[in-house]
DNA sequence: TATTAATCGAGACGGTACGTCATGTCTTTTA
DNA sequence: TAAAAGACATGACGTACCGTCTCGATTAATA
């Protein structure tokens, strides 16, 4: 009668736990390397080299690249661009606009997003793990601001458009203008509102 | 009698021409490839292998493999998603904004669209390029079909946005909801045009 | 009571060491493609395909493809070339130059031989590491053999000729028959001996 | 009833006939190409641009490279390295061992014969185009010589070795010395003279 | 306090693609 | 019809990264 007795299936775990510091030297080498040499020099053999970290480790602890870049959109822009949830005024959804016009425009997490939209048209995985990850949580917070607004009787929005389909529209036209590397100034987005949202009823 | 003067003595060249054929069969192998096996598959030799061609003719003809997307781009969006400049109408417009959805869900060169669009963000010469060869000029095909339509009483315009900046907001949308894997209904973009460019006044 | 003194702490080197076997398949490798193919077959990439390795792998320990060869080289005439250092008779002597005009008549180390002789010509890189590496080394047991057998009285050698130059004339007309595709039978080797050390005073 | 006139059978040719300055801008750049740049530099490409001649003109004449240096290798040593066989004398025979050790080191056309020598390990095509062109009627021309000097009884030459073996015994060991890089002084022609045809019965 | 197991830097390995170069054949134009 | 020009299919060059792996050394929790 074998195995009959307790020290039962788990043995929780011995030695080191992850190494936070190497997190963050992958995390701001990637960073670091897409602003100052652009994707193309944004290989994991450079990021390790930067970073002063072995290969294994990134591959470790990121399934590939894209995710390192997620991870640093993720914590940047909970950071520099947070969804004004609380405060559902025609100020604060105009605001977030505005605010996301210069994250695009000037914020070097701006550039990861974009690098990632890229990378997502060449790699099903990516798109997929920026929409779960990244776009549908945040997308989800600014409909949930939009409809608290609308209900606030801030806005009088247009009737045709849905609320996804009018977050697009608002939102839509400045990534868009980012990626094909006009300007994204904030007059954009405040015309934006004003065409889409009603006229300033601020 | 025209041209009296002698023919100016230049010689040109010698040697045979450009090979027609080969240049199609590149253009079509790199859009299959891209269809069927994705970006990632779209490499060169995978290009000239698909195309019975050898490596160095690609190199010959094209400084990268953006340009011969760029090239199958142009050629294709000319012949299934002109410009309509010489209807300026209400229905022309919203017809063309229509097709481009289309173009964007369904039509193979709406996929090579995005992936150049994505291929920018990480090369600088590939983001002059398409912006030369592509972008601007349709860009330019747009404005005058806007603007004689508004000439001709078709539309009142939000008064707010410049031309581009209108422009920007019909079809930058569109493009967003494809690049981020949402769905490009052309009901959206009719819910644009109403929205944007006062209602079906046809 | 030697080394006393504790080890001097030195840490050499972590991960992976170089792969024997690898070193070996490339080796060998070479050394067929050369005696099945010729030389004009012998390229990094057919080494790398016949042996079953990726071609950084060669890149990483061999400069060259002369220098696979000359490991080759090295390695199998110090085992069926060797020169007989221990006992300076005539027969010795005479034995060494039979057993020469067999390797570059028969063995494919001599092959490999030729084809460095032959490579050297075109690439002074070659050389220099053949003349250090092999040719240098093996003329210096050469003459430290022709010079015990002379100071024991094996021979009376031509006055004219200095131990390099002697060499040479022993040596020299074996490799230059082969060089020319004329054969090279022992019996040269004897006349030419015979010609230059003395008759055969044994 | 045509052609009944007589111009008969053979139409002996129209058009241009070969032309001569471009086989010697070949020749000519070969040469260059090989004392200048080395053996490496020495393509078809390069050939025809230093000779401003087509590639096609260099395949249409000659099957290979090797041709082209057998060419000047064969008009260059009729020159410079002529076998003096009107005057079967001791002088004459040691003088063109000497011209042979010069040739060797000194003369581009001594590196050509190397070149070529080399070339021969290689390509099975080249080593019979050599031997046929220019080393067995060179040594024809070398026989003949010798035969006549020891007739003459300039000579009492060795027993052991036959004509061609000491032919070998006298010309192997300079051109060896060339192909390892060793200087090749005549003092080595003039040793080996005399330690194999007699001591300087001049 | 030893044992044990996971982490880490280092880097070798089999691969694939890169962009360049030379090969030898061919086609076009001029002389 | 020879020659200059040069496009073409082929295939090797040497380099860069990929993602996997193995090596020792280090570092915690467990026993």
């Not at 929780?12 to 510091?21: K, Q, T, Y």
């Not at 997308?139 to 806005?155: K, P, S, Y």
């Not at 839509?172 to 949202?197: F, K, N």
Request: no cysteine.
């Amino acid at each position: 009668m074998p195995d009959a007795s307790p020290p039962p299936a788990r043995r929780p775990r011995s030695g080191p736990r992850r190494d936070e510091a190497a997190r963050l030297a992958v995390l701001h080498a990637a960073d670091d390397l897409l602003v100052e040499l652009g994707f193309g020099a944004l290989t994991v053999e450079a990021i390790a080299r930067r970073a002063g970290v072995a290969k294994q480790t990134i591959y470790r602890w990121w399934p590939s690249k894209g995710e390192i870049l997620l991870d640093t959109l993720v914590e940047d822009s909970a950071k520099r661009l947070p969804v004004p949830v609380d405060t559902p005024t025609a100020d604060a959804v105009r605001g977030y606009l505005r605010a996301l016009a210069r994250f695009l425009a000037d914020d070097p997490a701006g550039k990861v997003l974009l690098a990632l939209l890229a990378e997502a048209q060449h790699d099903p995985g990516t798109a997929e793990r920026l929409r779960t990850r990244y776009l549908a949580p945040r997308r989800e917070a600014e409909r949930a601001l939009l409809a608290r607004a609308i209900e606030a009787g801030a806005f009088a929005p247009a009737p045709a458009l849905g609320p996804d389909a009018l977050l697009d529209a608002l939102t839509g036209p400045l990534v868009y203008r980012a990626l094909t590397g006009a300007s994204v100034p904030e007059d954009v987005a405040d015309a934006l509102a004003d065409a889409l949202l009603g006229p300033a009823a601020r």
